[in-house]
């Protein structure tokens, strides 16, 4: 157990449908980051928030949108969902005020299939 | 612009031959370098780091030793076992103030298949 829990691990749903994915970081983490692995596109940054506040936005699109919540967990909403998002959904989290110099530890992701 | 590029896969080999997985970045400045490995159906996790130049980072029987001069990051390991068959990810961050890292960014990762 990495520390970062995702929910749910699966989840398949039509094109068109909107889906809310769960990330909450390790103990003490202050930094969400939520990556899209794909077949084509690989690994791909989409957003990172510290401590309730975007810090960074990488390849997301509008349909997609993130917050993080007092609580330090995070959420990812995928709207209008189309076949090509279609993906593997990873958190992770980093930047716990104990131990500065780890990096990042990953969650075991979600997998989303658009059918 | 700024990347990470890994030798292409997929990469075969015999129990307990040497193993080597080339990684090169371009990037002004000095990130912080790491290899992630993934293995079927799990997430990724951390294999080594290294945050300076001439830094080695080791775990498991793996090291990377942080080239500035040719700005590379391979990873080798002297035998492999079946239990090594992964995806192997390298990839470099900065730290964004303080002590908080920014996004990382991955190379297109490397298939590695051990046999018997």
Known sequence: DSGVTQTPKHLITATGQRVTLRCSPRSGDLSVYWYQQSLDQGLQFLIQYYNGEERAKGNILERFSAQQFPDLHSELN????????????????????????????????????VV | GNSVTQMEGPVTLSEEAFLTINCTYTATGYPSLFWYVQYPGEGLQLLLKATKADDKGSNKGFEATYRKETTSFHLEKGSVQVSDSAVYFCARAWRAGGTSYGKLTFGQGTILTVHP
């Open chain 1, 78 to 113: 995928l709207s209008s969902l189309e076949l090509g998002d279609s993906a593997l959904y990873f958190c992770a989290s980093s930047d716990s005020p104990r131990d500065r110099n780890y990096g990042y530890t990953f969650g075991s992701g979600t997998r989303l299939t």
